[in-house]
């Protein structure tokens, strides 16, 4: 079975500084990995994906994440945080297999941004 | 193009009765998927519909039941309600599935009183 965990419930960083959300992933084969953002009151935006390829993915809004394979991971980075970032922020794990497709989502990190 | 929309927005029922959620994809979507949201659990995956069929269903009591129609709007019913039945009601629209890009409607919020 796929899961996520996003070890942060709750991360607060100050406007310009750089950001790294957590997520670590458990799933056999090369999995899919997605992070999604929720505005309050608002539905999910994909910010970026993996698939295969380059393990370092780009992203919109100035996001980007590593894939790494050996520690399970798929870390969220941002160089310089803003204040329109405050945010839930999910990580997610898919697959494909057999005609089913199937996406698990971590428990979000919360993001808090202050002056 | 118009994004996802699902309708109602707010929902005040009480236990036992039961309630349409209705989400219409983006034009050209065939896949429709459903989570229900809460604070403790996240988004847990209810179903998806792709086509008009059910392709997969997550773990949740026969009570969650969805259809999808020839214009791939979709609806989810939830039959004697239960308390811990509210939630966010998030739907997604893609092309070809959930490991596609996820378009997510706003949700429905619905409270169970």
């Known amino acids: 079975a796929q899961s996520v965990t996003q070890p942060d419930i709750h991360i607060t960083v100050s406007e310009g500084a750089s950001l790294e959300l957590r997520c670590n992933y458990s799933y056999g084969a090369t999995p899919y990995l997605f992070w999604y953002v929720q505005s309050p009151g608002q539905g999910l935006q994909l910010l970026l994906k993996?698939?295969?390829?380059?393990?370092l993915v780009q992203g919109i809004k100035g996001f980007e994440a590593e894939f790494k394979r050996s520690q399970s991971s798929f870390n969220l980075r941002k160089p310089s945080v803003h204040w329109s970032d405050a945010a839930e922020y999910f990580c997610?794990?898919?697959?494909?297999?057999?005609?089913?497709?199937?996406?698990?989502f971590g428990t979000g990190t919360k993001l808090q941004v202050i002056p | 193009k118009a994004g996802v929309t699902q309708t109602p927005r707010y929902l005040i029922k009480t236990r036992g009765q039961q309630v349409t959620l209705s989400c219409s994809p983006i034009s050209g979507h065939r896949s429709v998927s459903w989570y229900q949201q809460t604070p403790g659990q996240g988004l847990q995956f209810l179903f998806e519909?792709?086509?008009?069929?059910?392709?997969n269903k997550g773990n949740f009591p026969g009570r969650f039941s969805g259809r999808q129609f020839s214009n791939s709007r979709s609806e989810m019913n939830v039959s004697t309600l239960e308390l811990g039945d509210s939630a966010l009601y998030l739907c997604a629209s893609s092309w070809e599935g959930p490991t596609d890009t996820q378009y997510f409607g706003p949700g429905t919020r619905l409270t169970v009183l």
């Open positions: 997610a794990v898919g697959s494909f297999s057999g005609g089913y497709q199937k996406v698990t």
């Open positions: 519909y792709f086509s008009e069929t059910q392709r």
């Open positions: 993996y698939f295969s390829g380059d393990t």
